[in-house]
């Protein structure tokens, strides 16, 4: 590879793009190969996608020889596991392997109570050999436990792999209820609505509770996993999505805790954040608690000053319907805005409604996503908590 694949990998970044390969590889898909700069010296092993612009993904600074391939994987699973035996002590449910993070690139698996939902992202963790050891490994670990396989069609299609449908690995359940921090959400695995959740906001939503009082609005609800934790503690919530199927499956979320704890009841609204918040702000409404999570705005590095617009827009309006003291839990997990980014738009926001506007906690995703130093990638969830002025 070219000097500036070479320097990436020295700099700690598994990743080589195609344009830095010379001379073009002609590599199987899927297959480990063995990298060497532009004067020959070796710079590891790694895996290899005919189809992805990240035609590299480095798994060690060793040579690693076909048949030593499993027996890496198996180890890097073990150890995986055995690390999140420490961060996720109180909890059934929380992301067992987070590809690059843990040393498997292409790698994902989620653990929703008694089950495991398996996705391979890259043409390497597809092939055959490597799935039944992550199938063993995973069963090994985690006795009983159902597997699913969980398909992301775009995902199947840039990697160039055959089409597929989400299915049953092992054991007999594909669906289940899992609990966060207490509460309680559904999981179907194969339904033509999935659910499940956002697992890296977990000690988030914890978090949000903490600081939740009064009137709550959870802007981009999703199913609920916002809503639900603060209808323990708010005196009333409404939760805000664009999609009617995620908030039918909100509303049976909330149907589920209600049955179990005396919490607040709460309001599922289907509309369009940008307009509904719009309208309330005009309208002069006021809340103690406001939660935006949106997608992911800025998709490209390209896109950064248009996401951090919109950004801003949501931030303001919602920083002004606040009562004095409110909190506001503001997140993003556009990976391409930083978080210096985030919180000077923060800044410019507060700047804008003339009120002082304190940082109580600046948070990323629960600690079951590692975040490694030299893969900014890795570190892409921003969680700002503030409190507007007494
Ligand atoms: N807060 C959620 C995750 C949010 S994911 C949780 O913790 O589980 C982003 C959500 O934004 C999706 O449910 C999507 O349907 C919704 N969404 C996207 N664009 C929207 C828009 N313009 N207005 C309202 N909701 C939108």
């Given amino acids: ?26 590599a199987a898909d899927g297959s480990l190969v063995q990298v060497r700069d532009e004067r020959g010296r070796r ?5 290899y996608s005919s189809a992805s612009q990240i035609a590299i993904r480095l798994l060690s600074t060793d040579e690693i020889s076909d048949n030593a391939l499993p027996v890496l994987v198996r180890e890097r699973i073990n ?76 995902i199947r299609e840039l990697e160039q792999l055959p089409p597929r449908e989400s299915r049953l690995l092992l054991g007999d359940r594909s669906s289940t209820i899992f609990a966060l921090n207490g509460v309680q959400f559904h999981f179907d695995g194969l339904s033509g609505q999935k659910t499940g959740a956002f697992l890296d906001q977990r000690e988030n939503y914890a978090a949000a509770a903490r600081y939740a009082h009064g009137a709550a609005l959870d802007v981009f609800t999703y199913q609920g996993g916002f809503a639900l934790h603060l ?27 209600r049955a179990q704890h005396g919490c607040s009841e709460i309001e599922w609204i289907e509309a369009n954040a940008f307009d509904l918040l719009k309208d309330y702000a005009t309208a002069g ?20 000053p248009t996401a951090l617009r919109g950004y801003k827009e949501l931030n303001l309006r919602a920083l002004k319907m606040l009562r004095p003291g409110g909190i506001l839990v503001s997140c993003s997990c556009s990976f391409h805005v930083s978080e210096a980014e985030f919180v000077g738009m923060l800044g410019a926001a507060a700047a804008d409604t003339g009120r002082q506007v304190r940082i109580l906690e600046k948070r990323g995703a629960a600690m079951d996503h590692p975040v490694l130093l030299n893969v900014p990638e890795t570190a892409y969830l921003k969680c700002v908590i503030c409190q507007t002025e007494p």
């Fill in 43 to 47: 710079l590891g092993s790694a895996l």
């Fill in 231 to 257: 209808a323990r503690v708010c005196a009333s919530v409404a939760g805000v999505d664009a999609s009617r199927p995620a908030l039918e499956i909100a509303e049976q979320n909330e149907q589920l805790n």
């Fill in 1 to 26: 590879m070219n000097h500036r694949g070479a320097a990436r990998l020295r700099a700690g970044h598994p990743w080589v793009y195609r344009s830095d390969l010379v001379p073009p590889a002609e």
């Fill in 79 to 154: 150890q995986a596991v055995q690390v999140r035996q420490c961060l996720t002590r109180d909890t059934d449910s929380f992301r067992v392997i987070f590809s690059e993070a843990d040393l498997l690139p292409g790698l994902i698996v989620d653990k929703y109570n008694d089950i495991l939902a398996v996705q391979a992202v890259t043409q390497a963790l597809d092939r055959e050999d490597l799935r039944q050891i992550v199938v063993e490994s995973l069963t090994a670990h985690f006795p009983g436990a159902s597997l699913i396989e969980r398909i992301d069609p775009h």
């Fill in 285 to 304: 409404r006021q809340y103690d608690t406001i939660v935006l999570d949106p997608p992911a705005f800025a998709k490209t590095k390209r896109t950064v």
